[in-house]
């Protein structure tokens, strides 16, 4: 089993930042392709960012893209987001999530396609 952990969310003000962080523990068998996603109140969860095994790929929604930044240490089995110039609309629940399929260069975007899930860390930010 795989254990995902996040934190570094909380309550900051609109265009602040915020770095989450997200250990992997357990049976890893190796790097595999993390995914950040966040979900709000009343809607489906979504695609934010996503890093490939290796950390030489990267993925980043339109929507945060200039302000997030995917990365990992692979040595600390730990995948960041950081996150800038932060909007009152990212204000969700942020969730990683570990990708064991081979899904070829690409990085999923479906949740469905990520097998293991941490139990996510609020992000708010207040206008």
């Known amino acids: 089993q795989v254990q995902l952990v996040e934190s570094g969310g909380g309550l900051v003000q609109a265009g602040g930042s915020l770095r989450l962080s997200c250990v992997a523990s357990?049976?890893?068998?190796?790097?595999?392709?993390m995914g950040w996603f966040r979900q709000a109140p009343g809607k489906e969860r979504e695609f934010v960012a996503g890093?490939?095994?290796?950390?030489?790929?990267?993925d980043v929604v339109d929507f945060v893209k200039g302000r997030f930044t995917v990365s990992r240490d692979s040595a600390k089995n730990t995948v960041y987001l950081q996150m800038d110039s932060l909007k009152p609309e990212d204000t969700a629940v942020y969730y990683c999530?570990?990708?064991?399929?081979?899904?070829?260069?690409?990085?999923?975007?479906?949740?469905?396609?990520?097998?293991?899930w941490g139990q996510g860390t609020q992000v708010t930010v207040s206008s």
């Open positions: 999530g570990q990708c064991i399929l081979n899904t070829g260069p690409s990085i999923p975007r479906a949740p469905n396609l990520y097998t293991y």
């Open positions: 357990g049976r890893t068998f190796g790097p595999y392709t």
């Open positions: 890093i490939s095994s290796s950390g030489g790929r990267t």
